[in-house]
């Protein structure tokens, strides 16, 4: 099981950036995907969250700006962020769980994720 996140960069307030989740060693439409970030002397906060069924779960904090989707025949998930905000600065990573599928509160722990890609620094200058 192995995750690339990708897709960060420098952008203004106010810009968009997408994030992209590759998969690979196992089907990512089969298992939930999620979107963790950690801003610098922060803990890491979940972010939003795509089950094997497709429900898909934000924090409070994102919601209406950020949309997360996969494309089955990338075996990618992707976070797209628009209306981005200096507060959105941070190191952003993916990670699943190939057994367990989250519910509306558990996907918001880091801990009930097994599996997690390398991070991908988003950084909004205002």
């Known amino acids: 099981v192995q995750l690339q996140a990708s897709g960060g960069g420098l952008v203004q307030s106010g810009g968009s950036l997408r994030l992209s989740c590759a998969a690979s060693?196992?089907?990512?439409?089969?298992?939930?995907i999620v979107w963790f970030r950690q801003a610098p002397g922060k803990e890491r906060e979940g972010v939003s969250c795509?089950?094997?069924?497709?429900?898909?779960y934000y924090a409070d904090s994102v919601k209406g700006r950020f949309t997360i989707s996969r494309d089955n025949a990338r075996n990618t998930v992707y976070l797209q962020m628009n209306s981005l905000k200096p507060e959105d600065t941070a190191v952003y990573y993916c990670?699943?769980?190939?057994?367990?599928?989250?519910?509306?509160?558990?996907?918001?722990?880091?801990?009930?994720?097994?599996?997690w890609g390398q991070g991908t620094l988003v950084t909004v200058s205002s």
């Open positions: 060693g196992f089907n990512s439409r089969y298992h939930a």
């Open positions: 990670g699943t769980d190939i057994v367990r599928d989250p519910n509306s509160d558990s996907w918001k722990f880091s801990s009930f994720w097994d599996y």
């Open positions: 795509i089950t094997s069924g497709g429900a898909t």
